[in-house]
């Protein structure tokens, strides 16, 4: 990145168009400087001192209902208005004097030093280390501090030479040293102050002029009479300046740094001084290197002492107070960007108007209202500024806002009222380029719907069933106009710790749409009831006025159906078809070389083993079990056997069962073979292992649903190697030099084999689960429609081997324990309904679509998330709720016939605020993910990626369209419900699904898609965003207490490469993985309390566990990694990696919002999306 040098290479040259009215040189006023020193037990503020001496007094604002007094020159004159807008098409005032423009020169911002009158004062430059792109030497700014004053960055240009250095810098952390990988751009930098510049450039810092004058830290001006003369009492008619009232009850106090037993202030050593940046860039005048996506306005402080109608001073050099929205200091401001009051205009920008009068003072000719103020230190916001977190700028002058349909309406009026800092969440607007760090230490927490309390306690939880829209919009029309899209995503069968059961001979649904009864239907009468999808009355039996519960019969309201939004029925005979079916377990296990090899078998039978007593089911529950190689090898498990017996079928492409019966056997009858079997199997195998490397897994597909057709089951397949023999074999279709294009092939199944045998299964009530422990490629691909279109389960454990990979080994025990032990519903089907004028019209997941809304699923189990498209048909007049109904039938283990339901509602709205503000971000981006994958695989992964990009850009760029034209200036404005958006679309681009120009294999890609489509959201979440932890100051503060023992709850940490130290340990869960992740410069305390190990150098690369020890320290961390597993449905791996770990990246790679070789880091994308809403 290159800066703007001055001309002749001389630093602190600024210069800027004439005015109107011809260039005229000003002369220097005499010297004299104005600096308010802080307050006792305030920092001072971060940033330089600008002096600047006036002839004559200084004069405060007025009183309301007072008139501006005029300013008098040295020479006597009265000073007239400044020159009006000429380029606006306004001629200058007749017979009035006009201020003659000044020419600007040289001047040096260092400490002590002041520009000359009439120029202005360069924008300070501010340290920041904990994510900023530039960092100085100095203490670092805290949120904190008393100053209040904000970590701010500048951006990073992207299209400019970078010459400079990166190095590490230490950031605050809870009084720990977090060090963060920033880099200054430009030339290499001196930040400390020095008064390195000639003599000729500094200004001597001299008294007031004025005679018998003192500055007045308390009353913040100069003032006559003796220092602390009069104290409580201002002189008479004077205007009171904006303060507010002393702690001590006395006069009020102005609201910046009080003097300290001098009233020449200047920065905290080691901050930087303002020429960090040159000062044309500074204030705004010549050509800025800075595109103008990155420009900003200056931070402009009110002329507190100029009176309206005088020309545009710069304010009296007290250190400005930057307000929570205040321009990151060293940020050029756009050439086109206009000015702020008080400072010249931009290049090519006329000058100002009048300044705004004071609060409550009428304006003066040609003069625009002054802007409300909002609370806190007493500075105003800036005219046109882009807003900052909770904070929006008042708008333009002569411009229009609906306050009842912009939320920046909503912030004014706030404002107005002085109320800013009590603006709900929900109705702030954020700039997203300056609120980088946008993830909060406390989980994300979807957006309640605004529903009366009583329909707000029975709403669905949104673990079970959420909506992108949490607010309907009652047309399609007003539905394009939000750019958003609307679906609902359902974890139907989710584990619930309470979940109320009804058993009734009588299920109340409506006769209509045949909807069940739910907490959000009406009641006419205590005989009828209105159904809420249809409208429809209906007649309630009288059996649904006896509560199961009291035992009794009363109000219709008092039933569990109505009190409920998620709950089961078991259901009577009419819901059966045939009686219901067992459990049947049938495994089919990959012996060939390959296979043998890895060292699976002997894994999987210890684990089945251990686990078979706990398979869901009851006395009828049969287990088989099915090997290959080049040939499909069947066990008789008859209970009249004393050893199992193994019948080969060579002739895969004809294949056909050996026995009539006793290939699947009961579990309980048969045991004693089933232990025989899984003791011998992994030996079973041996004389064949060097030389049967054939792979006949189509063939024993078919064998498996030949065997269950007339029950139906579970087929479990564990796979290491391609099909190479008999009916569905394929071919290598992966160029390893091809992992890194820009249009990845081979997505889609190079054959429908197993589709086809897929839809064969389901309609026979078999599911199909496959687990994957490939080495090398598999064609994940063409074997995963085995498991998609029966509602079966695709899990892919690359570079499986029991010596080489311990990891893999361990996740894929725990996956299988939860596996074989979670709860399964047999023969299900799942139908979703929803009110008159909605239609459901795409679906996502693993499933069979029997009919236009009726799902198959031939096994339902815990792990298994859907999504579904919502479209809006006709408008929704009929009622200001809207509500989504999901009934699933299913068999249990246990052999009943269960009707589980969930009902969600929603309120209706006409107002496109209401719509924006009900954005649920989670379910928005796991809809999106779905979308894309469905275009990846049909057309391209470029276009899934660019229709990604687009959502987010037309999400945005909606609500930028209820706000004014000055506050999308420069800024990336978002409401509080689409603030994470940009991150999770950026997440997204980066996930292996979808990202571009890294080496990615093809199976992994394939898998990630799966995962995608399938996943509930919360586990999707985990691998979009990870969440990262500082382990190594893990403290009993802030824990939770469970079971009498106290959890701790280190903080959150932004996914950027910033928040690593090497003096740290950072844990990272991804939800498939938990890595801990241990800095060069580790604590040898740490290393011997947690690792058990003396010092960072000997602890072992690749390790996957932690020693148990006793001490706090160990025990904490244990405790920590406990609780995060707990919340998962299985156990992640711990890997532990060393920050010079060669596979370091698996790291790294979650770091989402760090810049690759291939993608924008998230910053950029932020850039990004403010250029394409500008095209």
Same mark, same amino acid.
């Given at each position: 990145m290159s800066w703007n040098q001055p001309p002749n290479g001389q630093p602190g040259m600024m210069q800027r168009p004439p005015m109107p009215g011809g260039p005229v040189s000003a002369p220097p006023m005499p010297g004299g400087h104005i600096s308010a020193p802080p307050m006792p037990g305030q920092q001072p503020p971060r940033y330089p001192t600008f002096s600047h001496s006036v002839s004559g007094p200084m004069l405060r604002p007025p009183l309301p209902g007072q008139h501006p007094p005029a300013l008098q020159p040295s020479d006597g004159k009265s000073i007239g208005p400044p020159p009006s807008n000429i380029a606006g098409g306004m001629k200058p005032p007749q017979n009035q004097n006009t201020f003659p423009p000044t020419s600007i020169g040289r001047f040096s911002s260092h400490p002590g030093t002041a520009p000359p009158p009439g120029t202005a004062p360069p924008l300070p430059s501010v340290s920041t280390q904990s994510r900023g792109d530039y960092s100085a030497q100095g203490p670092p700014i805290s949120n904190g501090a008393p100053s209040g004053f904000p970590p701010m960055t500048r951006p990073p240009q992207s299209n400019a030479p970078i010459s400079g250095s990166t190095e590490l810098l230490p950031a605050p952390y809870h009084g720990k040293g977090i060090y963060s990988n920033t880099t200054h751009v430009g030339p290499p930098l001196n930040l400390t102050p020095t008064n390195s510049e000639p003599s000729s450039l500094n200004t001597s810092r001299v008294p007031s002029p004025i005679p018998n004058q003192h500055f007045d830290a308390l009353e913040g001006q100069f003032r006559s009479g003796t220092p602390n003369s009069n104290l409580g009492t201002p002189p008479p008619g004077s205007p009171v300046p904006l303060s507010t009232p002393s702690p001590r009850g006395g006069p009020l106090r102005p609201n910046f740094p009080q003097a300290s037993g001098s009233s020449n202030w200047a920065p905290p050593r080691g901050h930087p001084p303002s020429n960090l940046v040159s000062s044309a860039n500074m204030a705004g005048l010549g050509n800025s290197n800075f595109p103008s996506t990155m420009a900003a306005q200056q931070p402009s402080s009110p002329a507190l002492y100029q009176p309206a109608g005088q020309p545009q001073f710069?304010?009296?050099?007290?250190?400005?107070?930057?307000?929570?929205?205040?321009?990151?200091?060293?940020?050029?401001?756009?050439?086109?960007?206009?000015?702020?009051?008080?400072?010249?205009?931009?290049?090519?920008?006329?000058?100002?108007?009048?300044?705004?009068?004071?609060?409550? *003072?009428?304006?003066?000719?040609?003069?625009?209202?002054?802007?409300?103020?909002?609370?806190?230190?007493?500075?105003?916001?800036?005219?046109?500024?882009?807003?900052?977190?909770?904070?929006?700028?008042?708008?333009?002058?002569?411009?229009?806002? @609906?306050?009842?349909?912009?939320?920046?309406?909503?912030? @004014?009026q706030f404002s107005s009222m002085g109320l800013q800092n009590q603006v709900p969440l929900e109705l702030r607007t954020f700039n997203l380029l300056q609120e980088r760090n946008i993830l909060t230490d406390s989980p994300v927490v979807p957006p309640v719907p605004n529903l009366p309390d009583h329909l707000k306690r029975n709403n669905c939880s949104p673990d079970i069933f959420r909506c992108t829209l949490s607010a309907l919009p009652q047309s399609n029309s007003l539905l394009q106009k939000s750019r958003l899209p609307l679906g609902i995503l359902i974890h139907p069968f989710k584990d619930l710790s309470h979940l109320p059961v009804i058993q009734s001979s009588v299920i109340v649904r409506c006769r209509a749409c045949r909807t069940y009864i739910n907490p959000f239907v009406s009641f006419i009468d205590q005989r009828r009831w209105r159904c809420n999808l249809c409208f429809r009355a209906n007649e309630l039996p009288d059996e649904f006025n006896f509560d199961p519960v009291t035992k009794s019969y009363g109000s219709p309201e008092r039933r569990p159906e109505i009190k409920s939004a998620t709950i089961e029925f078991i259901a009577p005979s009419e819901y059966m078809l045939r009686p219901p079916q067992p459990c049947v377990y049938l495994f089919l296990l990959d012996v060939s070389y390959t296979a043998l090899q890895t060292g699976y078998l002997q894994s999987f039978c210890e684990v089945l083993a251990a686990e078979i007593d706990k398979l869901p089911g009851d006395s009828r529950t049969l287990i088989g079990f099915i090997t290959y190689n080049s040939s499909v090898h069947f066990y008789n498990l008859s209970e009249e056997l004393s050893t199992p017996q193994m019948h080969v079928v060579s002739d895969v492409d004809d294949v056909f069962l050996p026995l009539p019966d006793g290939l699947v056997a009961n579990l309980q009858g048969s045991r004693a073979l089933i232990n025989q079997l899984l003791e011998q199997l992994p030996t079973f195998h041996q004389d064949e292992y060097y030389k049967d490397d054939g792979s006949a897994l189509g063939a024993a597909l078919q064998a498996a649903v030949k065997l269950l057709s007339a029950s139906g089951g579970r087929v479990t397949v564990v796979q290491t190697s391609i099909p190479n023999t008999g009916p569905g074999k394929l071919q290598n279709r992966e160029d390893p030099n091809q992992r890194a294009s820009s249009k990845p092939a081979n997505l889609q199944p190079a054959t429908d084999f197993y589709k086809m045998l897929s839809l064969e299964a389901a309609g026979q009530q078999i599911a199909i689960d496959m687990f994957l422990l490939n080495t090398q490629y598999i064609d994940h691909a063409s074997l995963g429609g085995a498991a998609r279109h029966c509602g079966g389960c695709l899990y892919s454990y690359p570079g499986f081997h029991n010596m080489h990979n311990p990891a893999e080994v361990e996740r894929f025990e725990a996956d299988l324990k939860r596996y074989l032990n979670r709860k399964i519903g047999l023969e299900a089907v799942m139908r979703v309904r929803c009110t008159k004028g909605l239609a459901i019209h795409t679906f996502h997941g693993n499933f069979f679509v029997r009919s236009t809304d009726l799902l198959s699923l031939p096994n339902i189990n815990p792990d298994a998330g859907f999504g579904m498209q919502v479209s809006i048909e006709d408008n929704l007049t009929d009622s200001p709720y809207a509500a989504f109904q999901a009934?699933?039938?299913?068999?249990?283990?246990?052999?009943?016939?269960?009707?589980?339901?969930?009902?969600?509602?929603?309120?209706?709205?006409?107002?496109?605020?209401?719509?924006?503000?009900?954005?649920?971000?989670?379910?928005?981006?796991?809809?999106?993910?779905?979308?894309?994958?469905? !275009?990846?695989?049909?057309?391209?992964?470029?276009?899934? !990626?660019?229709?990604?990009?687009?959502?987010?850009?037309?999400?945005?760029?909606?609500?930028?369209?209820?706000?004014? @034209?000055?506050?999308?200036?420069?800024?990336?404005?978002?409401?509080?419900? *689409?603030? %994470? %958006?940009?991150?999770?679309?950026?997440?997204?681009?980066?996930?292996?699904?979808?990202?571009?120009?890294?080496?990615?294999?093809?199976?992994?890609?394939?898998?990630?898609?799966?995962?995608?489509?399938? *996943?509930?959201?919360?586990?999707?979440?985990?691998?979009?965003?990870?969440?990262?932890?500082?382990?190594?100051?893990?403290?009993?503060?802030?824990?939770?207490?469970?079971?009498?023992?106290?959890?701790?709850?280190?903080?959150?940490?932004?996914?950027?490469?910033?928040?690593?130290? !090497?003096?740290?340990?950072?844990?990272?869960?991804?939800?498939?993985?938990?890595?801990?992740?241990?800095?060069?410069?580790?604590?040898?305390?740490?290393?011997?309390?947690?690792? @058990?190990?003396?010092?960072?150098?000997?602890?072992?690369?690749?390790?996957?566990? *932690?020693?148990?020890?006793?001490?706090?320290?160990?025990?904490?961390?244990?405790?920590?990694?406990?609780?995060?597993?707990?919340?998962?449905?299985?156990?992640?791996?711990?890997?532990?990696?060393?920050?010079?770990?060669?596979?370091?990246?698996?790291?790294?790679?979650?770091?989402?919002?760090?810049?690759?070789?291939?993608?924008?880091?998230?910053?950029?994308?932020?850039?990004?999306?403010?250029?394409?809403?500008?095209?």
């Open positions: 710069p304010p009296v050099s007290r250190p400005p107070m930057l307000s929570s929205n205040a321009m990151a200091p060293g940020m050029p401001r756009a050439a086109s960007a206009p000015t702020a009051l008080g400072y010249p205009p931009g290049q090519g920008l006329p000058p100002h108007l009048n300044p705004a009068p004071g609060p409550g *003072l009428p304006p003066s000719a040609n003069t625009p209202p002054g802007p409300n103020l909002p609370p806190g230190p007493g500075v105003p916001p800036r005219p046109g500024a882009p807003p900052g977190v909770g904070y929006a700028a008042p708008p333009a002058p002569g411009l229009n806002h @609906n306050t009842q349909n912009s939320i920046y309406g909503v912030n @004014n009934a699933l039938l299913y068999t249990s283990s246990k052999g009943e016939r269960r009707i589980r339901v969930h009902t969600l509602c929603l309120p209706v709205t006409t107002s496109l605020t209401d719509i924006i503000n009900s954005v649920d971000q989670q379910a928005m981006i796991g809809l999106l993910a779905k979308m894309a994958v469905d !275009r990846s695989i049909n057309t391209a992964v470029s276009d899934a !990626r660019e229709a990604l990009v687009n959502a987010c850009v037309d999400a945005l760029g909606a609500y930028g369209a209820t706000l004014g @034209n000055q506050q999308r200036m420069g800024a990336v404005p978002s409401p509080y419900s *689409l603030r %994470l %958006l940009p991150l999770y679309v950026s997440a997204m681009l980066k996930h292996p699904s979808l990202r571009l120009g890294v080496s990615t294999k093809t199976d992994d890609r394939v898998h990630a898609m799966d995962d995608c489509k399938a *996943l509930p959201l919360s586990q999707l979440m985990l691998q979009l965003v990870p969440e990262l932890y500082p382990v190594h100051i893990l403290t009993d503060e802030g824990g939770i207490l469970k079971e009498d023992i106290v959890i701790p709850q280190p903080p959150r940490l932004a996914l950027n490469s910033g928040s690593i130290d !090497r003096n740290g340990a950072f844990l990272l869960d991804t939800g498939t993985y938990l890595y801990l992740w241990v800095g060069s410069a580790i604590s040898p305390t740490f290393c011997s309390q947690v690792f @058990n190990r003396p010092d960072f150098s000997s602890l072992e690369d690749g390790l996957c566990d *932690l020693p148990e020890l006793e001490n706090e320290m160990s025990e904490r961390l244990r405790l920590f990694i406990s609780h995060l597993t707990d919340r998962k449905p299985g156990s992640p791996p711990l890997i532990i990696v060393r920050e010079d770990s060669r596979n370091r990246h698996v790291f790294i790679q979650y770091m989402i919002e760090d810049k690759t070789e291939s993608s924008m880091s998230y910053y950029e994308f932020l850039q990004h999306i403010q250029k394409q809403q500008k095209s």
